[in-house]
C-alpha cells in the first residue's frame, strides 16, 4: 500500500513539474513577480522503502537530496526586475540577469548571475515553472539541477507537525563523527525555534555556515541556504538530548554530525589559533588590478594603522569581513584616515587577466574603498607561502593587524558574520582595538 502510494506521489509530482499547470498571475511580461520555491537536486530520489513514517508524513512535500530555497521576484518596470534570494533574515539582490528566448525549444530563458561568486543559474521558464541548473564556472563541471515553482511560500514542507522539542540555544556539535578523531571537526550550534519554524548556524573554529532556515516536524528537523556560493543541506532527528544528522555541501561532499547541549564547551579563540613566528616579520609584493604595486615595509604604509586580509571571491564568510571592513571605514571616517587596508585574494581562476578583471568586478559591486590584490591559488598552503612568517593559514579570511610601528598585533582566524552571535562582540573589540592603535 504505501508503495502504491509513494509511486502515485511520484507520478503526480513529475506531471506537474513538466506540464507548469501552477496558477500564477498572467499580468506580467517575463518572470511571474512574488515569491518562488526553488529546489537543487543533490542526487536524484531514490524510493525508500523501511522508513514509513518518513515517507507518507515529510516527503510529500520534500525529497531525500533535495535542497529547497526561496526567492522573490519584483519588477522595476514593464520588463526590468531583479530576484532576491531568501535566507532567514538574509536577502540577497540579483541584478544581474539575462532574459532571452530559446527558439530551439520555444521557451524562455534566464541566466541568473550571482557576480561575486562566479556563479549563475540557468533556467527555461514555461508559465510558472523553472527549469534548469546551478553553474559554478570556477570549478571543474559543477552543476547541479534545479528547478522552482511560483507562488510557494513555503521552504521545506506546510504540515505542522507538533515539534517533539524546542531546539532554541547553543548545541555542542562535531562534524566527521563517521571518520577518524583527527578528521573531526568541533562546530557551535546556534538556533532559535518558533513553532514549526526554526532558523540559525554553525559556528566553527575558521568561520560560519551563514543564515541556515528550516523546519521541525516531529522529531525530525531540516535546515538549508543557498547564497551562490554554497549550497548547504542539513537534516537530522531528535534523539533524548541528542541531535543526530547528516551534512552535505553542494553534491560533492557529505558527513554525519552529532549535537549535545554543554555550556562548557568552547571553540578555540579565533585570536590565538595561527601566531606570528618567532622573530619573523610581515613581508610582501603584490599587484592589484590597476597595475599598482603593493609592497611592504614600505612608505605607502608608513605611519598607517594596517589591515591585512586573507580572502578570496569564492569564500561567503570573506564576503562578510570585506562588508565589515567597508562599512567599518564609511562609519569611522576619522579611523580611516589612519588606516590602509589590504585585501589579498586566493583565487579558483587560473588566468590572471580573468582574475583581475573578477577583482575589479568583485571590488565595484561590493563598494569597497581599499586595495585588493592577487596573491595566489585558493588554498591554504599558498596562503601560508605567500606570508611566511605566520605559523600557518589555517582559514579563508584571516585577518592580520599591525600598528604604526609594524608590530603585529592581531591575527585573526576565520570570521564570524552577521549570521552568529559573535559577530556585534567582534564589531566592538575591532572597534576598540583600532582605537587604541591611532
Not at 14 to 33: E, K, N, Q, W
Not at 149 to 166: C, N, V, Y
Not at 291 to 312: C, E, H, Q, R, W
Amino acid at each position: 500500500m504505501h508503495k502504491i502510494l509513494i509511486y502515485s506521489f511520484l507520478f503526480i509530482f513529475s506531471i506537474s513539474l513538466f506540464s507548469g499547470c501552477v496558477t500564477t498571475d498572467t499580468a506580467y511580461t517575463r518572470v511571474a513577480p512574488g515569491i518562488w520555491r526553488g529546489v537543487l537536486e543533490l542526487e536524484k530520489y531514490r524510493v525508500p522503502v523501511n522508513d514509513k513514517d518518513t515517507v507518507m508524513i515529510l516527503y510529500d512535500q520534500f525529497k531525500p537530496g533535495e535542497l529547497p530555497f526561496n526567492f522573490e521576484v519584483t519588477y522595476i518596470d514593464d520588463e526590468r526586475f531583479y530576484i532576491e534570494i531568501i535566507n532567514g533574515s538574509e536577502r540577497i539582490r540579483l541584478d544581474s540577469i539575462q532574459y532571452g528566448r530559446d527558439r530551439t525549444q520555444a521557451r524562455d530563458t534566464m541566466n541568473v548571475w550571482f557576480p561575486e561568486y562566479q556563479s549563475y543559474i540557468h533556467a527555461q521558464i514555461r508559465g510558472g515553472v523553472m527549469q534548469g541548473e546551478w553553474v559554478v564556472t570556477t570549478k571543474e563541471d559543477y552543476r547541479i539541477p534545479f528547478y522552482a515553482h511560483s507562488g510557494r511560500a513555503h521552504r521545506f514542507t506546510t504540515l505542522q507537525e507538533k515539534p517533539i522539542r524546542d531546539l532554541t540555544g547553543n548545541w555542542a556539535t562535531i562534524f566527521g563523527v563517521e571518520g577518524n578523531p583527527d578528521e573531526q571537526e568541533k562546530a557551535i550550534g546556534e538556533f532559535k525555534q518558533n513553532g514549526n519554524h526554526l532558523e540559525g548556524t554553525f559556528r566553527t573554529e575558521t568561520g560560519d555556515y551563514r543564515f541556515l532556515e528550516g523546519t521541525v516536524q516531529g522529531r525530525k528537523f531540516f535546515l538549508s541556504c543557498f547564497d551562490g556560493a554554497h549550497a548547504y543541506l542539513f537534516n537530522g532527528s531528535v534523539r533524548n538530548d541528542t541531535l543526530l544528522g547528516e551534512y552535505r555541501s553542494g553534491h560533492r561532499y557529505q558527513t554525519l554530525w552529532t549535537a549535545w547541549q554543554d555550556q562548557n564547551f568552547k571553540l578555540g579563540s579565533p585570536d590565538s589559533l595561527t601566531q606570528i613566528k618567532k622573530g619573523a616579520k610581515i613581508s610582501f609584493s603584490a599587484q592589484t588590478p590597476e597595475g599598482k604595486i603593493l609592497t611592504y615595509p614600505s612608505a605607502t604604509f608608513d605611519n598607517k594603522i594596517k589591515v591585512f586580509t586573507v580572502m578570496g571571491t569564492w569564500c561567503p564568510n570573506c564576503h562578510d569581513e570585506q562588508e565589515f571592513l567597508t562599512e567599518f571605514l564609511k562609519e569611522n571616517p576619522d579611523l580611516a584616515k589612519e588606516m590602509s587596508i589590504v585585501g589579498f585574494a586566493f583565487e579558483r581562476n587560473k588566468d590572471i587577466k580573468q582574475v583581475n578583471s573578477h577583482l575589479l568586478a568583485y571590488k565595484k559591486k561590493m563598494g569597497i574603498p581599499f586595495e585588493l590584490a592577487y596573491a595566489g591559488k585558493a588554498d591554504k598552503a599558498s596562503a601560508s607561502a605567500f606570508f611566511p612568517a605566520l605559523s600557518e593559514v589555517m582559514a579563508f579570511p584571516t585577518m592580520i593587524v599591525i600598528d604604526k610601528n609594524d608590530q603585529v598585533k592581531l591575527i585573526h582566524t576565520g570570521f564570524d558574520g552577521p549570521a552568529t552571535s559573535k559577530y556585534a562582540d567582534f564589531k566592538k573589540d575591532f572597534t576598540r582595538l583600532i582605537q587604541e592603535l591611532r
